[in-house]
Nanobody, 121 residues
Framework: EVRLVESGGGLVQPGGSLRLSCAAS????????MSWVRQAPGKGLEWVSS????????AFVDSVKGRFSISRDNAKNTLYLQMNSLEPEDTAVYYC??????????????WGKGTLVTVSP
């Protein structure tokens, strides 16, 4: 059974930082690209970032470029999202997702339950 469990969310002030983690199990983690997707209150899903299976290639939505970084530890079956210079607009539930292939193409087949990030004074 595929399991994706996010952690690391919480309340942070504007300009602060958080690191999200996603513990993966039930599949060969190192064989698949992984992504983060978020949903702000009252809004639709927004893709945030993806990383290929090896961790050598990654992509970001324009609004987080230069502030967020994505990484993975294939030995620990864990995906990370480092979020710096957080803005109120980053407030959302962040979902860890598994892609169908080793290269990301916005085709996710499994989702975690999400972790809430709230950016507020």
């Amino acid at each position: 059974e595929v399991r994706l469990v996010e952690s690391g969310g919480g309340l942070v002030q504007p300009g602060g930082s958080l690191r999200l983690s996603c513990a993966a199990s039930g599949f060969t983690f190192s064989s698949y690209a992984m992504s983060w997707v978020r949903q702000a209150p009252g809004k639709g899903l927004e893709w945030v970032s993806s990383i290929d299976s090896y961790g050598g290639n990654m992509a970001f939505v324009d609004s987080v470029k230069g502030r967020f970084s994505i990484s993975r530890d294939n030995a620990k079956n864990t995906l990370y999202l480092q979020m710096n210079s957080l803005e109120p607009e980053d407030t959302a539930v962040y979902y860890c997702t598994k892609d169908r292939n080793s290269w990301y193409n916005y085709d996710m087949d499994y989702w975690g339950k999400g972790t809430l990030v709230t950016v507020s004074p």
